[in-house]
């Protein structure tokens, strides 16, 4: 289904670019060719479906292709985030059991044709991606071929593009956000995605928009406050569409990109990696952006907004053929959908008279720093659980660039010393870079209690 669709682009792309990177370009007449090569390294699948694969690869382009390269032989990309630790990693891949790894070995050109594997069906698992979710450790989002069409189909129209475009990726690709939003779309649609490493510099990406005609550039508020900070002030007058959501715009912001961008099209859009990832877009024009409006869920979503006491939001609930599978369990089975197959978010939106959907925060106690979830619970545990700490509050704080960065109060045990350094490497070692506390202050019990947060337990005998 997906890689029948990819050969459509390739038989009429030619020698136009699809993929281009810091090193090389791949045309869509080799682009087929490439991902043959990596799909060679994949074992023929047995047993029922769905074969999973994991792809890990800090080069984009090879990442990329690796995903391709799965779908050419039936089996479900799982991708796993850069950012994720060693030990995350490790138990990911002891309890999920793939029936196949590809790293970053490089491919030989194969003389020999590959047999082709039995084409994925509309509700076959495609795509396992991670999420930080509600428990701050990644969970797995499992979703079907027909939500990765859908909504490459889905990005590509309402991003117009065409196969003049050069669309910017310089997100990670283990993010929805780059790999729908960037490079499948742009793949539907023909046009090319020019892939940037996120550690790149933006002065870097900026030279490139100008040099290379990119027409397309995507990406959280955080990055777009940090590419303003290297702006010149000359306007990128080739840029015919600027994206941006997930975080908080602000009216400073929205104005900086209308003088930086003069000639494009902006929008502000709202999504999550279980409904594949987008939801919805609103021109800036038309509101999107003000005052959290994200606009209407798109036409394959059925939707509803449910009452929460004491609030005048309501939690958001979404079910369509672009939703999640499920989360994966343990067992290799999916859970997160309710009796009715609605996925009940932690979204709390409001509803306005134009049916448009207004963002009022989060069930939970998740917030985004840098366009990337952090879950306070999360890094509390990771704290709470170091020897000379009994209690540990984490909580967001103002950042100029980030939106808003992790920040920690510990209460040390009775006669232990303070040392942050030992405290930031455990985090270190147990959470992403993203939800390291940018400051760890000792504090007395008190004022942790004062603080209006759930403490969190230190022994058996302690509640919550």
Known sequence: MIWRRVLESVAAGGD??????????????????????????????????????VVRNEDPGRLLLQVLACWRRGFSAVVLRDSMTAAQVADVVRWLGPAATLDDAARPPQSASLPEAADLGARDEALVICTSGTTGVPKLVALPAESVCLTAEAIARSLTLVADDRVAVNTPLGYMYALMGGCLASLWAGAACRLFRPRDPLTQLQAAMRREGITVVQGPPSLFRLFMGYWTGEPFAGVRVVTTGGEPLGGDLAAGLGRAFPRARRLFLYGMTEAGPRISDLSFEAGGGADACVGTPYEHFEWRVEPVPGSQAGRLLLRGPSMFLGYLRADGGYEGLDEQGFFPTNDLVEVDTQGRLHFRGRLDRIFRSGGRLVNPEAVERVLAAHPDVDDAVVRPEEHPLLGLVPVADVVMRAGTAFDLASLTTTCGSQVEPHAIPRRITPVAPGEVAESGKRRRPSGPATQG
């Open 16 to 53: 136009r670019p699809a993929v281009i990177g810091a090193a090389e370009t791949i045309s869509y007449a080799d682009l087929a060719r490439r991902v043959e090569a990596e799909a060679a390294a994949l074992t023929e699948p047995t047993g029922p479906r769905p074969w999973r694969a």
